[in-house]
């Protein structure tokens, strides 16, 4: 088993940046992913970095959203540039290898 803390979010302004973190209780060395949820809509997969680096993003967050890992750190980040208001939602980090989920940052997005 595996906890997973996210930190970072918070109430910006459109166009500002934000960096999530998402903090290990554990060394892992598989695909991490980042993963929001706005309200009245499904959760859904926003970026995915594997154990190679490999990433994989939501087309509507290409260009302005990067995930990265430091696996000395056993943490994950997501920066996110260039906020919209459609970018406001719960973001939470997850390790699909063990099915784990952190408990959720809030990013919110003023216009």
């Known amino acids: 088993q595996v906890q997973l803390v996210e930190s970072g979010g918070g109430l910006v302004q459109a166009g500002e940046s934000l960096r999530l973190s998402c903090a290990a209780s554990r060394s892992i060395f598989s695909a991490m992913q980042w993963y929001r949820q706005a309200p009245g809509k499904q959760r859904e997969l926003v970026a995915q970095?594997?154990?190679?680096?490999?990433?994989y993003y939501l087309n509507s967050v290409k260009g302005r959203f990067t995930i990265s890992r430091d696996n000395a750190k056993n943490t994950v980040y997501l920066q996110m540039n260039s906020l919209k208001p459609e970018d406001t939602a719960v973001y939470y980090c997850?390790?699909?290898?063990?099915?784990?989920w952190g408990q959720g940052t809030q990013v919110t997005v003023s216009s």
């Open positions: 997850r390790a699909p290898e063990y099915n784990s």
């Open positions: 970095i594997t154990s190679s680096g490999t990433t």
